[in-house]
């Protein structure tokens, strides 16, 4: 047991995992045995050649020689002084007002590190006066020549080793695993990059620069960062086994990276699109009443989804989808085709529904097609056959046999057309980047001329027709003691503050007292569809609009409390611990931080305790974590582990990438997605059990995922592909509240137990649709962008730079050093001023501000908030990498710059492969049970499986 965190300790679980208690026995803590890796492209030896060495020795020299002179040059001015006076006075010579003006112009000369007109008859003049002060004089002046000789060297030194760089740089963008990257995410860019690589000249013309410094934005991103996209980072995954004392973090991944590709599933909805708009073919389309519809008072209720296209010039792009309840008059017409649909076991095609409606009727066809469309349109009768699923493993095939289905020709010639598109599919993971390129030309091409086949005069694809992850290919195995023991102690003791940042934990505590409020403490809803819409209707979404306005902290940096409209004590509960925290932290910068930001800001036990402990009331007695980090590992040391982000959830560090390990073929065992839904169930709590939430239906390939967990819940209006036994209706589902623990509780009349909703898609849960968005607030699913700063008053500004040190809790980094600037503070290239000139003042301003030689900065504006999605990767020993950066600030009033350093750093990471180091990052969870509130509570009942 640690003296200063009392109440955690190791209780020795198995090789593997990491377990600890506290105090409450029944309390555990545990880490996950698996864990993901994203794994840089490049190695970290691919930006080197971009590297000026011998520019940045000229430019220290210069600083260098500045300073010294500097220092001598304050010397001089104040003997300089004296000789001023001497020349003022009742007993003043003939000329010496002459010589007084010669001497304040030189000591003004001299304090501002400049050369005087004629230095060698200033010298005579002093040395007449005073020899040691004209001696001194003389060498100062000497010096000042020589620096003025070194700085006119550095144009050539430049200019020479840019030559170099570029080299450097045309060589490493013919890497085929850069270009085969590149060639989705920035088709334009690639088709332009042939160019510059032919390109030799010793400085390129402006039009080449500007793709030199996209080009250079891309490999920056592929060598320093982990943001997996196509060959730009590689995943592979990995235990954590072994001996349970083995802190040991190196790893290594071969070359042979195994590239796995799916079509992008907005294509195929763009073609169910012109297949349901087109009056012929609508015919043959087998149709269905939307799920879960019912009769409600005189009215048929059901849930209608409306469809926003996504922007498909975008690189990632979505279908958005909005739900509401939705009713119709019930009428003869409607009551008899209910019943119609209802004789009929299976899904009836479109034209059945217009023959029957023309007979039913004695109608024209052309007025019952349009009552038939109209209920289409109004989502009450849907195509569910040509949905794309989250569990497709091969979106393209399940289309293509869902066409076949249908037994009628244009769908299958469609299905043919499309056999093009699966070839192309294919063959490119193994293909180099020309025949890429081409097989992209060829799938573009084949989709379009499906498109046109289905009458669209204007085809339109998004920009991105290939989703691509790439296996590294290795069975990874770190030691189990690089997640527990201290380091657990310290990550358990961490995230027990993490709920002070999670986005969602509000309107968690909101919905909680809008049922209370609606049906009383330890009441029950029935009606799931109806609470949603009543929350979202009544409530939540004017709710949401005046939080989207709130800020956390005022002008002053005080907190400002959350919108609690409904006067819960929960609500005060949080901020209450967050006003705590943040006062706990504001006293630690007062104390340490703006003493010495060099040193290392430690988040003492006690803080994280008593806000943890505060927090436990609104805490969830099941919490999933997931956390990125990256280990930085100094040889002969232990691990420094550093949090880049944490979410709340099941199996988010696998879960999109479950197609990489799963097998391809129909009705094989799916091993990966199989042993992980293994793993899932044996952690439900007693008494639950885990049911997928999907994103119904919003079409994204960051939601395709292997089938992970056991049950599914079927939202109105949602088809789901799973066993029956495995579905849950919404409509067997209800809520109630807890008293004894003041929490809602999902239960299922059918399975007789709680039903815990879990979330496996990337999308983020904000642009699903609303039943899910509201299930996942009774979901572990949170989102806890965390800020240790947040509302802290900065230090002192130094010419426009502020700065904040690293933080930690033992060896967890929750915060890295940070510098802040205006971007009127950052160096402004002068008007004539050569390039070697604008480096030198790069140099000097981080140096005077003491940034590192890597970092990362993100750019922001008052206006438009962060420039960018990521940070952007800047090296000081690079004037490549600072031209990048210069445009991208682009100088605008209001812009700041927020430079973090670049931890691990280049020494200490800890993966490698043939091709040299790479910056890494793990995907790790972690599991918190807590007990029951009432330990006497009669135990829950058992689950089915």
């Given amino acids: 047991m640690t003296p200063t965190e009392p109440g955690i300790r190791d209780n020795g679980a198995g090789a593997g995992t990491g377990r600890t208690t506290d105090a409450r026995p029944g309390d555990h803590w ?12 490049l190695p ?38 004296a000789l001023v006076k001497s020349t003022t006075g009742p007993n003043e010579a003939p000329g010496d007002a002459d010589t007084r003006r010669t001497l304040l112009n030189l000591r003004r000369q001299v ?75 920035s088709p334009t860019l690639d088709g332009r990059l042939d160019a510059y690589l032919r390109d030799t000249a010793p400085r390129p013309g402006n039009r080449l620069r500007k793709i030199e410094r996209s080009a250079l934005t891309y490999l920056y991103r592929t060598a320093c960062k982990t943001s997996p996209f196509s060959t730009f980072t590689g995943v592979g995954v990995g235990t954590l086994a072994g001996d349970p004392a083995d802190a040991s973090a190196r790893l290594g991944t071969g070359d042979s990276w195994v590239s796995h590709v799916r079509l992008n599933v907005v294509a195929l909805s763009r073609l169910t699109e012109l297949i349901t708009a087109d009056p012929e073919r609508r015919q043959d ?22 469809t926003t296209a996504g922007d498909d010039s975008a690189a990632v792009t979505f279908d958005a989808v909005r739900e509401r309840l939705f009713f119709l008059r019930r009428s003869g017409t409607l009551e008899r085709l209910l019943n119609w649909f209802g004789d009929h076991g299976d899904p009836v095609r479109h034209r059945w529904l217009v023959d029957w409606l023309e007979q039913e009727h004695d109608a024209g066809r052309d007025e019952c097609e349009r009552y ?70 060829t799938l573009r091409s084949k989709l379009l001329d499906a498109q046109r086949e289905l009458g669209s005069a204007e085809p339109g694809l998004p920009q991105t027709l290939v989703y691509e992850d790439v296996d590294t290919g290795d069975d990874l195995v770190c030691g189990p003691a690089v997640l527990n023991g201290e380091t657990g102690r310290a990550l358990r003791a961490f995230e027990g503050v993490l709920p002070l940042f999670d986005l969602t934990l509000p309107q968690r505590i909101t919905l909680l007292g809008f049922f209370v409020a609606r049906y009383g403490r330890g009441g029950r809803c029935e009606d799931l ?73 430690e988040l003492p036990d006690h803080l994280l305790a008593e806000t943890a402990s505060q927090l436990q009331p609104i805490t969830p007695r099941f919490v999933p974590q997931s956390h990125h980090v990256q280990l930085s590992c100094p040889d002969g040391g232990r691990p420094l582990v550093v949090l880049n982000k944490s979410y709340g959830g099941l199996a988010f560090p696998f879960s999109r990438f479950t197609h990489l390990y799963d097998a391809a073929e129909p009705g094989a065992e799916c091993g990966f997605s199989d042993a992980l839904r293994e793993e899932i169930a044996s952690r439900r709590p007693h008494g639950a059990v885990f049911a997928e939430v999907t994103g119904g239906a919003v079409t994204s390939n960051l939601n ?30 209800y809520i109630e509240h807890d008293d004894s623990d003041d929490r809602l509780v999902l239960r299922s009349h059918r399975l007789e137990c709680e039903v815990i909703p879990v979330y496996l898609g990337y999308l983020v849960p904000i642009a699903l649709p609303e039943i899910p968005r509201t299930l996942l607030l009774l979901s572990p699913s949170t989102m806890a962008p965390f800020d240790v700063w947040a509302g802290v008053p900065e230090g002192e500004s130094i010419d426009g730079v502020s700065r904040r040190p690293r933080v ?55 206006d438009q908030g962060p420039v960018g999605a990521k940070p952007v990767h800047v090296d000081f020993d690079s004037p490549l990498c600072l031209s990048v950066f210069d445009v991208l600030t682009d100088r605008s009033p209001g812009t700041q710059v927020a430079f973090r350093e670049m931890l691990p750093t280049e020494d200490d990471l800890h993966l490698t492969s043939p091709r040299g180091r790479h910056v890494a990052e793990l995907a790790v969870e972690t599991f918190t049970t807590r007990r029951p509130p009432h330990s006497d509570q009669e135990a829950a009942p058992s689950c089915p499986n």
């Fill in 30 to 41: 545990e880490a996950g045995r698996r864990f993901a890796l994203r794994a840089a492209g």
């Fill in 44 to 81: 970290i030896e691919a930006v080197h050649g971009l590297r000026c060495p011998r520019t940045g020795r000229w430019a220290d020299d210069v600083l260098a020689q500045e300073e010294r002179l500097t220092t001598t040059g304050a010397q001089l001015s104040d003997l300089l002084h």
């Fill in 111 to 185: 304090f501002n590190n400049r050369l005087p007109t004629d230095p060698a008859a200033v010298v005579r003049l002093i040395t007449e006066r005073d020899p040691e002060t004209g001696r001194r004089t003389a060498r100062w002046l000497s010096d000042r020549v020589r620096l003025e000789a070194l700085r006119a060297a550095g144009a050539e030194v430049l200019a020479g080793e840019l030559r170099d760089s570029r080299r450097a740089l045309r060589e490493v963008l013919s890497d085929g695993r850069l270009r085969r990257g590149l060639l989705l995410a």
């Fill in 285 to 306: 389309l087998p149709v269905i009443l939307s799920p879960g519809w019912e009769h409600d008072a005189g009215r048929i209720r059901y849930v209608r989804h409306v």
């Fill in 372 to 441: 038939a469309r109209a209920l289409m349109d109004l989502g009450m009768v849907q195509v569910a056959a040509l949905r794309v699923d989250v569990h497709d493993h091969d979106p393209l095939q399940s289309y293509r046999d869902a066409l076949r289905s249908l037994e009628v020709s244009w769908a299958d010639r469609l299905a043919h057309l499309l056999a093009g598109a699966a070839d192309c599919l294919a063959r490119y993971p193994g293909a180099d980047v020309e025949e890429r390129r081409d097989l992209l030309g």
């Fill in 529 to 601: 569809l109806g609470l949603v819409h009543d929350f979202h209707e009544d409530f939540f979404d004017q709710y949401m609009s005046f939080t989207s306005k709130r800020r956390s902290f005022d002008e002053h940096g005080a907190y400002v409390p959350e919108v609690n409209w409904l006067g819960q004590s929960e609500m005060k509960t949080l901020d209450g611990a967050r006003h705590h925290f943040h006062e706990g932290m504001r006293d630690l910068w007062q104390r340490y931080g703006t003493k010495d930001v060099d040193q290392d800001i």
């Fill in 704 to 733: 395709l995922h292997g089938r992970l967990v056991d049950h599914r819940i079927v939202c109105p209006g949602e088809t789901a592909p799973v066993p029956e036994e495995a579905r849950i209706h919404l409509d067997d589902l």
């Fill in 808 to 862: 930690r809790h033992r060896n967890v980094v929750v915060a890295r050093r940070t510098w802040q600037a205006r971007v009127e503070a950052l160096p402004a290239r002068r008007p004539g001023a050569g390039e070697e000139e604008h480096y030198l003042q790069w140099r000097r301003w981080q140096r005077a501000h003491g940034l590192p030689a890597r970092c990362f900065a993100t750019v922001s504006r008052s």
